[in-house]
Each structure stands twice: as C-alpha cells, then as structure tokens.
C-alpha cells in the first residue's frame, strides 16, 4: 500500500460525459501528479500541482483540467469524454516539486471506461 | 526528442535464475532514473533508483546499471521468484532544482517478466 488512494476504482461512461476522478496523497506529500496508461500510449504524464497550484503539464488535453484543494486532496475532471479516453488514470504523490529524495509513489488507478 | 524505451516487450526466465531487463535512453539531461514494477491491476510500484553521478546502485535483490557513454540502463533481479512476475518500467526525470519548472516521470513502454516454473 503506497498510502496515495483513488475515488473511484471502476468507472463506465457513456462518450460526451463528464467525470472527476479523485485521488487523496500521502500524508504529508505536497506534489499531486496525473498520469494516463492506455495501451498504445503507455504510461503518460497529465499535469501536477505542488500546494495548491499547478507547477507541470505534459500530454493533457484540453479537454482534461485538474485541481489540488487546500486539503491536498486532488480531482481530475474529464469532459466531452471519448472513446479513445478509456484507460487507467493514476494519481501519485511526492513530497515535494523536484529534487533529491523526491521519489513519487503511486495510487491504486481509475480505470476508465467510455461507451 | 526525448524519449525512455525498453529493448525488449517481454521476458521469460527460469525461477531462480537472474533477469535483466535493459532500457534506453535519448535525453543527455536526464540525470535521475527509476525502475517501477506494476502488477496486474495495481499502480507502478518504486523498486530501486539511480542518479547520473553513479554507474550501479544495489538493493535487496535487485541492481540498476548505468551507462551514460551509450544511455542506457539496466535493472538486474537475482534468483527470480514467482513474485516477481509483472511488467517492469523504467523512468527518467530531471532532479536539478535550478533547472526551473518541475517534471513529471518519462516513462518506456515496459517489460512483461514471466516466471517459468
């Protein structure tokens, strides 16, 4: 158990929608990143926020945002969804935005399905 | 352009033999790498790290290589257990703090270690 945990496990959803996937980090952590796994894109890095405000942002479509909440808690929303948005999104979390001893560890995953 | 990939999709070994799973690289300015393992329906799980100022790294059973000169680095598993079995990643990042911005992990596409009995 890496201590980082993800809302939901499961998620079926029809092509158009909106959904927001949560993820809670490690105590203590600061850094919040977004990662996408699909079959043919394998593991992609989205977007990541330290504190609060966003600090990187890989392959995140524009159609994708994210935000980290005073708590530290953070939500990925995901809209006019399709077919080619199933995957897994896995949240991760590090202590702190760069640098040594930074190692990033990651959730158990959402796993995204559009119909 | 930047990119971490991995030589081969899948490998095959005898439990209790060792494995090596090798990666390549392409960024000069990568200067932090990590092998993660990820199980069948679970997230990437850290095994062991390197950075660009050491050649080998050991852990508990496991020893990263790396060589700079052809950028490419290698995760080595002793006595393969069954537990072993998953897909193996390897990642690279920048650390340098002065290098402005923050950067999240470059991942390869992956090797699927199966374990013979």
């Known amino acids: 158990d890496s201590g980082v945990t993800q809302t939901p496990k499961h998620l079926i959803t029809a092509t158009g929608q909106r959904v927001t996937l949560r993820c809670s980090p490690r105590s203590g952590d600061l850094s919040v990143y977004w990662y996408q796994q699909s079959l043919d894109q394998g593991l992609q890095f989205l977007i990541q926020?330290?504190?609060?405000?966003?600090?990187a942002k890989g392959n995140i479509l524009e159609r994708f945002s994210a935000q980290q909440f005073p708590d530290l808690h953070s939500e990925l929303n995901l809209s006019s969804l399709e077919l080619g948005d199933s995957a897994l999104y896995f949240c991760?979390?590090?202590?702190?935005?760069?640098?040594?001893?930074?190692?990033?560890?990651f959730g158990p995953g959402t796993r995204l399905t559009v119909l | 352009g930047e990119s971490v990939g991995l030589h081969l999709p899948t490998l095959s070994v005898q439990e209790g033999d060792n494995s090596i799973i090798n990666c390549a690289y392409s960024?000069?300015?990568?200067?932090?790498f990590i092998w993660y393992k990820q199980e069948s329906g679970k997230g990437p799980q850290f095994i062991i790290d390197?950075?660009?100022?050491?050649d080998k790294r050991q852990g508990q059973r496991v020893t990263v290589l790396l060589n700079k000169t052809v950028k490419h680095l290698s995760l080595q598993i002793a006595a393969t257990q069954p537990g072993d079995s998953a897909v193996y990643f390897c990642?690279?990042?920048?650390?340098?703090?002065?290098?402005?911005?923050?950067?999240?992990?470059?991942f390869g596409k992956g090797t699927h270690l199966i374990i013979q009995p």
């Open positions: 990642a690279e990042n920048r650390e340098k703090e002065s290098g402005g911005g923050a950067d999240g992990l470059t």
């Open positions: 960024n000069s300015a990568s200067d932090y």
């Open positions: 390197i950075r660009s100022n050491m």
């Open positions: 926020y330290y504190n609060g405000e966003e600090r």
């Open positions: 991760a979390s590090s202590p702190r935005v760069k640098g040594h001893n930074n190692e990033q560890f």
